[in-house]
Nanobody, 120 residues
Framework: QVQLVESGGGLVQAGESLKLSCVASRTGFSIGDMGWYRQAPGKERNSVASIAADGRTNYADSVKGRFTISRDGAKNTVWLQMNDLKPEDTAAYYC??????????????WGQGTQVTVSS
């Protein structure tokens, strides 16, 4: 069974940094895009950043210039370096991995979430 395990969340003050990690195990198939979403209480889950297998990245406008996503394909690991954190970054952060079963069939798997809280 595919598992994604996140780590690195915590409580920090505004302006500080955190680095989230997510390791996918028991995948058995190639992984396409990996990335991070976040969800604040009472709000929708929104995309934060994504990275393709070839390294192409995308970021939400709200985190551009502050967050950096990276990955190690051999280790099935994705990271999210978060700098200059703001109180509005407070949320549960979820990583995902898109597994490719065939060229036309795949599935997205999610981690359990890690909480990031930024105090002002």
């Amino acid at each position: 069974q595919v598992q994604l395990v996140e780590s690195g969340g915590g409580l920090v003050q505004a302006g500080e940094s955190l680095k989230l990690s997510c390791v996918a195990s028991r995948t058995g198939f190639s992984i396409g895009d990996m990335g991070w979403y976040r969800q604040a209480p009472g709000k929708e889950r929104n995309s934060v950043a994504s990275i393709a297998a070839d390294g192409r990245t995308n970021y939400a406008d709200s985190v551009k210039g502050r967050f950096t996503i990276s990955r190690d394909g051999a280790k099935n690991t994705v990271w999210l370096q978060m700098n200059d954190l703001k109180p509005e970054d407070t949320a549960a952060y979820y990583c995902y991995a898109n597994l490719q079963f065939t060229s036309t069939n795949g599935r997205r798997y999610w981690g359990q979430g890690t909480q990031v809280t930024v105090s002002s």
